[in-house]
């Protein structure tokens, strides 16, 4: 799903490798940096990808939120801040830190003045303002406004130097305009279409702010970007970045082993451990801000039963998370424990396990169920108020390691007398907007890949967020979200965000699973890769990587 608005840790942490098995960066891949004088330029790099953008290369848009997606535009489109591996932010497209005021809040940005777009034209003020006014346009269908429906003012002081004034102050500013749109080229063209079938500008040309530019897209097939030689910083030492859609688990595997992909960053999957020990491949794993979960449809479109708290604290006491954790991850993440948190991670300094008290309890499942009136039917499976607890388990097809929960949810959950029928589908079908948009699911396992800064759980949790699809609404938990957001002490929004988690832990609309360690794995001839477990993703630095030839 889309990156920016998805929430994790907010502050500076330092990750260990998680496994053994894995090999560490630090100790096996050289980087760009380590030799200038052996960097080698051009060819092609081509990185299997495990998801295709789905229907339009727009990632902003509600329709289009996959993080994958996220990770290709982030080279084409840059921010004013970016998110580094160890979850701090720094200056990106400005060139400090913007200037703060608190009464009232204010952000004033110094954009760089190096800091030009493709076509030569430079990055202003205005493009600034232009991004604002383009996401809180209604005709625009964007996945999420949060923080920009708080400016109330925008002020172009010079060409390098824009003022935005807030209503009120917004702890999470530092997610904010990422990506900036060109004014100069987009202006006046229909935003939820000019971006379908390439990052061009409204005459069809390719434009960047970024070092690659689109070159071409072949649906179903793979994208090509190609060196922007007029990036403002260090241009790309490759010629070309190639993104080949392999969404088969087994395929990856395959094309990695075989050279025909450089780079891979699945989603982890215990096959896996066949690519470590490998001399030609150099695997890194990091503890990650994505984490799985099983979403709860409890609005109107979901299964009536599902409406009932009882069933869910059922369904929850019914899963053994600690053995599906343990059974998947023994060989790739040992030291991996379930997640009891929706919205900090196991290794933030704020986490609290609001959740833990869902540990795997049959007897106490069925005494929910059998207490509220349900009676088994003669397949073993429970009917409350006249509905049976039968409940399709959506989630993505092709993912052998989703593919495996499934299975292990459904034998556990049956014990308890509820059944899972399997709703699998591609990645850009589910995720659109006829599934999980118009929450057309009764259950629906998939990972939100999360920022360090933890604003974007705001959007996910509180009533009618623009990201909350499960149609979940607790008034109060509402409120402290909505507080959090202008808390700048972080021990006060913690504070609050801890107790608003605690809440939805007694309201069960999802099930949070673990926190998913990121794993990136590329031929070891290809140098500079280091991983970014944020929104940023894999790609963040590929203008730094080389291939030795």
Same mark, same amino acid.
């Given at each position: ?10 502050? #500076? ?14 100790? &096996? ?36 939120? #996959?993080?994958?997606?996220?990770? +290709? ?37 110094? +954009? ?7 076509? @030569?034209?430079?990055? =202003? ?33 010079? *060409? ?29 063209? &229909? ?50 970045? !190639? ?32 690519? =470590?020990?490998?001399?030609? +491949? ?32 059922? #369904? ?86 989703? *593919? #495996? ?5 459904? *034998?556990? !959950? ?32 998939? %990972? ?16 009618? @967020? ?66 970014? %477990? ?6 963040? &630095? ?8």
């Amino acid at each position: 799903m889309r990156s920016k608005y998805f929430v994790l840790i907010a502050l #500076l942490l330092a990750f260990a490798v998680i496994g053994a098995a894995c090999a560490s960066q630090d100790d &096996n891949t050289p980087t760009s940096q380590d030799d200038e004088g052996d960097v080698q330029k051009g060819g092609s790099i081509v990185l299997g990808w495990e998801q295709e953008p789905a229907g339009s290369l727009n990632i902003d848009l509600a329709c289009c939120t #996959l993080a994958y997606g996220r990770w +290709i535009e982030g080279e084409v489109f840059e921010g004013a801040m970016e998110a580094q591996p160890d979850f701090t932010y720094a200056p990106n497209l400005v060139e400090a830190d913007p200037e703060i005021t608190e009464d009232p809040f204010t952000l004033t940005y110094h +954009i760089r003045e190096e800091a030009q777009w493709s076509d @030569g034209e430079p990055i =202003t003020a205005d493009d600034f303002i232009f991004t604002l006014d383009t996401i809180m346009d209604k005709k625009n269908d964007m996945a999420s406004r949060s923080g920009f429906d708080l400016i109330t003012d925008s002020e172009a002081i010079d *060409e390098k130097t824009v003022k935005f004034t807030f209503s009120e102050a917004y702890a999470g500013w530092r997610d904010l305009f990422n990506p900036i749109y060109p004014k100069h080229a987009i202006e006046g063209e &229909n935003f939820n279409k000019v971006w379908n079938k390439c990052w061009c500008d409204g005459a069809g040309e390719p434009i960047s702010s970024g070092p690659w530019l689109f070159d071409s897209w072949d649906k179903g097939s793979q994208l090509k970007l190609v060196r922007n030689d007029n990036y403002w910083g260090q241009v790309a030492n490759a010629d070309e970045l !190639v993104f080949r859609f392999l969404p088969e688990t087994n395929t990856e595997i395959q094309s990695i082993l075989g050279n025909e992909v450089d780079i891979i960053y699945p989603s982890p999957q215990l096959e896996l451990k066949r690519l =470590t020990g490998n001399p030609d +491949i150099t695997v890194t794993t990091t503890p990650g801000t994505t984490w799985e979960h099983l979403d709860i449809q409890v609005g109107p479109n979901g299964n009536p039963a599902l409406q009932n708290l009882y069933v869910r604290q059922a #369904l929850a006491y019914a899963i053994d998370r600690d053995g599906l954790v343990a059974q998947q991850f023994k060989d790739i993440a040992p030291d991996l424990t379930p997640l009891n948190n929706t919205i900090y991670m196991t290794n933030a300094p704020e986490y609290a396990p609001n959740w833990e008290m869902y540990s795997q309890d049959i007897d106490k499942a069925t005494g929910l169920l059998e207490d509220n009136g349900c009676k088994k039917g003669s397949d073993g499976i429970y009917v409350c108020d006249g509905e049976k607890l039968s409940f399709e388990f959506t989630t993505t097809t092709g993912n052998a390691l989703r *593919e #495996l929960t499934f299975e292990i949810l459904q *034998e556990q !959950v049956k014990a308890a007398g509820i059944e899972l029928k399997p709703a699998f589908g591609e990645a850009a079908d589910v995720f659109g907007p006829k599934i999980l948009v118009a929450g057309n699911y009764d259950l629906f396992m998939f %990972a939100w890949v999360g920022n360090p800064d933890p604003g974007g759980s705001v959007e996910i949790w509180k009533c009618k @967020g623009s990201q909350n699809f499960t149609g979940y609404c607790n008034d109060e938990v509402t409120k402290l979200l909505e507080q959090s957001n202008a808390l700048l002490d972080n021990d006060e929004r913690a504070a609050a965000m801890n107790e608003a988690d605690a809440l939805m832990a007694q309201d069960i609309p999802t099930i949070p699973i673990y926190q998913k360690p990121t794993i990136l794995a590329f031929n070891s001839s290809i140098h500079g890769m280091e991983d970014n %477990a944020t929104q940023e993703g894999p790609t963040w &630095n590929s203008e730094e990587w080389w291939i030795e030839q």
